[in-house]
């Protein structure tokens, strides 16, 4: 090969190298310029989820109260406080347990002045009760939280107050619509019961509703 034909392999080398530098640095702008797409969408993502949690809690815990609450009316008209107070103690576990199930979350209400001790809280649900507690107390905005919790799950809460006149029949006072004989009748069922002493208004509790990320993954893409 003559020295024209080394030149001509030379200058080819140098546009190819030139070229595969090009090409290259292209290359890791694309992956850098994906890198930094993908953390933002993660990043909405999560915020995505984190609302997706808060509608399908708030949509859970309204459904629940209002199936709880339908059958309570029911059972009070058929045989009135003392039927109802027999309903809850019979029936009511065993309903939010089957809405759990149909709503693929586990769902509780819990409260620190519990009629069933099994609605006493946890040591998370405490937290967030206190925190509640004390945004009522000092007449704060109590709104919806969500906190994620191991293993790809999260805790929404909601707090429960006192709404009506109703709801004092059983956990009120003597002065505001609870009866004496209501009382005994609660203990005869509830023998460690603390939920009396109400007043329309007051904060009773919260809702726990823990929803696995799975399902609320699920839910986003309909």
């Not at 994620?148 to 619509?177: Q, S």
């Amino acid at each position: 090969m003559g020295n024209k034909g080394f030149f001509i392999l030379f200058v080819l080398v140098i546009i190819y190298a030139h070229w595969f530098c090009t090409t290259d640095r292209r290359a890791d702008n694309k992956a850098v310029q994906k890198e930094i797409k993908d953390r933002e969408i993660l990043k909405v993502t999560e915020a995505q989820i984190i609302n997706k949690v808060l509608e399908i809690g708030n949509s859970i815990s309204v459904n629940t109260q209002k199936t709880l609450g339908q059958n309570l009316q029911k059972a009070l008209q058929e045989g009135g406080v003392e039927n109802a107070i027999s309903f809850c103690n019979l029936n009511a576990m065993p309903l939010v347990d089957s809405l759990s199930k149909h709503f693929d979350a586990e769902i509780r209400r819990v409260t620190m002045k519990p009629r069933n001790q099994n609605d006493f809280p946890t040591d998370i649900e405490k937290e967030l009760l206190e925190a509640y507690d004390y945004q009522w107390k000092d007449s704060l905005p109590m709104q919806s939280n969500v906190q994620t919790l191991e293993g790809d799950k999260y805790l929404f809460t909601k707090p429960i107050l006192v709404e009506n006149a109703l709801c004092l029949t059983c956990h009120g006072t003597f002065e505001n619509g609870l009866l004496e004989e209501t009382k005994e009748f609660i203990k005869s069922k509830y023998p460690e019961d603390q939920a009396t002493g109400y007043n329309i208004g007051d904060l009773r509790g919260m809702w726990s509703i823990t929803i696995s990320k799975k399902h609320v993954i699920q839910a986003m893409q309909f």
